[in-house]
């Protein structure tokens, strides 16, 4: 054995179970495709549960200064997290590299492998190994582990080898997403709804706006690369009438409403987490924070089995509790979709779901499902309030 687990893919749900694995005393080699981190930010921050999990590993001190509030959004709809008394607010304005980059000085201080440049091209489980076929600059590499964990993304190549199922709705719109410099915009941190769609921007510092785009009738297509910046610029100023053109755009990307999930979890000795496991529109940033407590989940238990320390049956509880916390997610996002992006059709609900929310007890509900912070695993007979 080359080692005990290979986890496909260094983002942070990557980089979190490589950090878990070493806690728990288990030898771990994460293969990651890109030679470099891309620097882009797709996330921005994380919500109060992820930010509970990484004071839990000691992880926030190593974060500096940041920044939370208790201000969200359901559907674009104002939401006070301060109704769920004694929690960590959600951090904002926390790039995602910067996550990437402390986890894997985290992962890596604990003796994870972490080698990039590695495309994974095939995957075969043996019954008693899984075996690994991965491409890099200097030859194709074969590696074999007991598990392997794909956190690769909504695109996952492990996912497709594996032969997991994944259903689930089509897209049926495209958003751009991008960091620009010098467009000057007034802020709409939660985003504002215009007659031909949506529209959300906001600084995250060194004088960059971070913005969306989302205009209604525009058809998804195949992307062979990231939107040009114009037709990023020409759908805000169709939206808004503000000409953005003459700002420099950071990085661009796409990204739909698509909405899908694994039927498993867990296929012999081959696991998925994070956006491997499941897709969605990113509604309240919550696809990263799914992601890494995916990993906390399946981390501890891989290293149990492999410890000796629990039956190896256990490692089915992973589908069992993490499935339906996916599901959860693609419910709510789903919900938020219609809620934010669809056209005056969804005005009366919008209007009900605003009048709903003045009630502390839907608040208190909406606040919680989103920050991940209703979830509640099953826990047998008893009835202790912390129990699950």
Request: aromatic residues 6%.
């Amino acid at each position: 054995m080359d080692a005990s687990v290979i986890v496909v893919g260094a983002g942070p749900t990557g980089l979190m179970l490589a950090g878990e694995l070493r806690l728990a005393g288990v030898d771990v080699i994460v293969l990651e495709r890109l030679t470099e981190p891309t620097g882009q930010s797709r996330g921005l921050g994380f919500t109060a549960r992820t930010l509970e999990v990484f004071h839990q590993r000691g992880l926030m001190e190593r974060f500096g200064e940041v920044t939370t509030s208790s201000a969200g959004h359901f559907g674009g709809l104002p939401l006070d997290f301060s109704i769920l008394d004694g929690i960590h607010f959600s951090a904002n304005s926390v790039p995602q590299w910067v996550t990437e980059r402390i986890l894997a000085e985290w992962a890596v201080e604990l003796g994870a492998d972490i080698r990039r440049g590695h495309e994974v091209v095939k995957v075969a489980d043996t019954n008693d190994a899984v075996e690994v076929l991965a491409q890099t600059a200097d030859g194709d590499v074969t590696l074999r582990a007991a598990y392997l964990v794909g956190c690769d993304g909504g695109h996952s190549t492990v996912r497709r080898l594996a032969g997991f199922d994944f259903p689930g709705a089509e897209p049926t719109m495209e958003m751009f997403l991008a960091d620009i410099v010098g467009a000057d915009l007034p802020p709409r941190p939660i985003g504002v709804r215009t007659p031909g769609g949506m529209v959300m921007n906001a600084p995250i510092g060194s004088g960059i706006d971070r913005i969306i785009v989302c205009e209604r009738g525009h058809t998804p297509g195949p992307r062979s690369a990231p939107p040009p910046f114009s037709e990023i610029s020409a759908a805000w100023q169709r939206l808004t009438g503000e000409d953005i053109s003459t700002a420099t755009p950071l990085w661009t990307s796409s990204f739909t409403d698509a909405a899908r999930q694994v039927t498993e979890y867990r296929r012999g000795r081959v696991f998925l987490a994070g956006d491997a496991a499941h897709v969605h529109l990113p509604a309240g940033g919550q696809g990263l924070n799914v992601g890494v407590q995916d990993a906390v989940n399946l981390g501890w238990k891989l290293g149990s089995v492999l410890r000796g320390t629990a039956p190896e049956h256990l490692l089915d509880t992973y589908h069992a509790e993490r499935h339906p916390v996916g599901a959860r997610v693609l419910m709510n996002t789903q919900a938020q979709g219609l809620l934010y992006l669809k056209g005056t059709e969804v005005e009366p609900l919008r209007e009900l779901f605003a009048e709903l929310m003045t009630y502390d007890e839907v608040n208190r509900h909406l606040a919680a499902m989103v920050s991940g912070l209703d979830i509640r695993y099953e826990g047998g007979p008893e009835d202790h309030p912390l129990l699950g």
